[in-house]
């Protein structure tokens, strides 16, 4: 069965850097783009980026151009998203998630990993 | 900040029906697909809906969608007290992904 399991909680201070994990099986992980979707607290989803874990190919969301990378490494069928220049609001639950068989939705979700970001 | 807007809440008794709306522009939910989204407390999102009006498997024919123009509508049949979550829609603009405001449902 598909799963993807993320990496643990992270604490970070104002302006360092957070690198999220997200490990994929169940499927063949070059078929599939993988999305990132952040959820701050008690607020609604806002997508991140995406990117194609068939060539690496990366779409940022406008407001995170600059301070997110998206990366893949199909060796281990893991997703990597790092953030830099960490801010309070950017204190949120930071899913991946799979894009869909569909045309644009997200059929698969990562359990979600809290990043909090405080002095 | 979204540019997806839904009502903040709606609630109905168990065994009735609800209905969400979800009201874009041209620029994503009409020229682009709509899928929804289930979210319990404290969990992940779900995929309840994609392409507008398909369900995944498993996902029980209680729920629908539609789209309309630039609105989409989630509906909820047979109201179970498992059903209250939050339910956010979902589509892009201009190839970047973008997601409504949310519904909290709640069963009376």
């Known amino acids: 069965q598909v799963q993807l399991v993320q990496s643990g909680a992270e604490v970070k201070k104002p302006g360092a850097s957070v690198k999220v994990s997200c490990k994929a099986s169940?499927?063949?992980?070059?078929?599939?783009?993988i999305s990132w979707v952040r959820q701050a607290p008690g607020q609604g989803l806002e997508w991140m980026g995406w990117?194609?874990?068939?060539?690496?190919?990366?779409n940022y969301a406008q407001k995170l151009q600059g301070r997110v990378t998206m990366t893949t490494d199909t060796s281990t069928s893991t997703a990597y998203m790092e953030l830099r220049s960490l801010r309070s609001d950017d204190t949120a639950v930071y899913y991946c998630?799979?894009?869909?068989?569909?045309?644009?939705?997200?059929?698969?979700w990562g359990q979600g990993t809290l990043v909090t970001v405080s002095s | 900040q979204s540019v997806l807007t839904q009502p903040p809440s709606v609630s109905a008794a168990p065994g009735q029906k609800v209905t969400i709306s979800c009201s874009g522009s041209?620029?994503?939910?009409?020229?682009?697909?709509v899928s929804w989204y289930q979210q319990l407390p404290g969990t992940a999102p779900k995929l309840l809906i994609y392409?507008?009006?398909k369900r995944p498997s498993g996902i029980p024919d209680r729920f629908s969608g539609s789209k309309s123009g630039t609105s989409a509508t989630l509906g909820i049949t047979g109201l179970q007290t498992g059903d209250e979550a939050d339910y956010y829609c979902?589509?892009?603009?201009?190839?970047?992904?973008?997601f409504g405001t949310g519904t909290k449902v709640t069963v009376l």
């Open positions: 392409d507008n009006n």
């Open positions: 998630a799979r894009e869909g068989g569909g045309y644009g939705d997200f059929d698969y």
């Open positions: 041209s620029s994503n939910i009409g020229n682009n697909y």
């Open positions: 990117i194609s874990a068939y060539n690496g190919n990366t």
């Open positions: 169940g499927y063949t992980f070059t078929s599939y783009g």
């Open positions: 979902g589509t892009w603009d201009s190839s970047r992904g973008v």
